[in-house]
């Protein structure tokens, strides 16, 4: 709304399950059960965007202090006093190590080293402080970069080398994804209790984001009405194969580790109506690239909270 966006319908609708009442998130009794605990956020720019709807809703009526940043502002944390409740964001966009030549702007000069053994330490330095973990994969894995599996080239992506094999993106996300959850199954940290959050969906229509690509709809689609791209269905696929074969590993697990299934993908896939698009800054008017991916605040991913509330719950013991 800031940056001027001049159409406010897309506040107003909410996502309901079938067949049962989802109700809303409800800021004091999320403190309330999360009193003396910590809860991460460990992802990409998606898991951020959650983040900060998740902010704007507990600190309306309470106090809550950044204690932690890194230089661009990407790993935060802040602490809840009248809780002692701690929430992180953790930036770690391929969850595995990851060389990035990335500039605070988005410009690269080199391709990304990826290793895809290896789970990213500046999340598993800190996992065992986390009494709560959503973590996710998502759309930087289709970004050109050289593989590694034991610190040696098994493959790359999009990266113009005669030498190294091109590797398909399905075996690529899906090996990350192994490690990143086999590292979850063998941490011996127990009670800890991990969603995993499914891809997200984008809505550019008549091109990509870097080809004029745009997402001007204003209402919701209705069930049935639309369909997932195939690179969004191919990775909600290995997300969800990945996700049963490590719930398959965990067993009966009597660590007391929980770990479940966070499926945003369809309820997301329903709102083209609630990316900034061009109002991604506050100057619409000039060439800038849409935002069809991420999601306006308030708007449909302040949603996702009503859904992580009712999974958690059970962890809390309602």
Known sequence: MKNGRPDMDYIHWRWRPRDCELPRFDPGKFLNLMRSRSMAFIGDSIMRNHVQSLLCILSQDVKVDEVYHDEPYKSRRWYFPANNFTLSVVWSPYLTKAVIFEDNDGVSTDIVRLHLDKPDEIWTDQFKSFDYVILA??????????????????????????????????????????????????????????????????????????????????????????????????????????????????????????????????????????????????????????????????????????????????????
Request: net charge negative; with cysteine.
């Open 137 to 318: 994969g998502g759309k930087w894995f289709l970004k050109p970069a050289i593989y590694y599996e034991k610190d040696e080239i098994v493959g790359c992506h999009s990266c113009n080398e005669k030498n190294i094999t091109e590797l398909g993106f399905d075996h690529v996300y899906r090996k990350a994804l192994t490690s990143t959850l086999e590292y979850i199954l063998r941490s011996k940290h127990e009670n800890v209790n991990v969603l995993f959050r499914t891809t997200t969906p984008d809505h550019f229509e008549n091109g990509e984001w870097n080809t004029g690509g745009y997402c001007n709809r204003t209402l919701p689609f209705k069930e049935g009405e639309a369909e997932m791209n195939g690179m969004d269905e191919l990775m909600h696929q290995i997300e969800v194969k990945e996700f049963e074969r490590a719930l398959t590993i965990l067993g009966s697990n009597e660590k007391g580790l929980t770990l479940k299934l966070f499926d945003t993908t369809y309820l997301s896939l329903l709102r083209p109506d609630g990316h900034p698009g061009i109002y991604r800054h506050m100057q619409p008017s000039l060439a800038v690239q849409n935002d069809c991916l991420h999601w306006c605040l308030p708007g449909p991913i302040d949603s996702w909270n009503d859904l992580m509330m009712e999974m958690i719950f059970p962890f809390l013991g309602r």
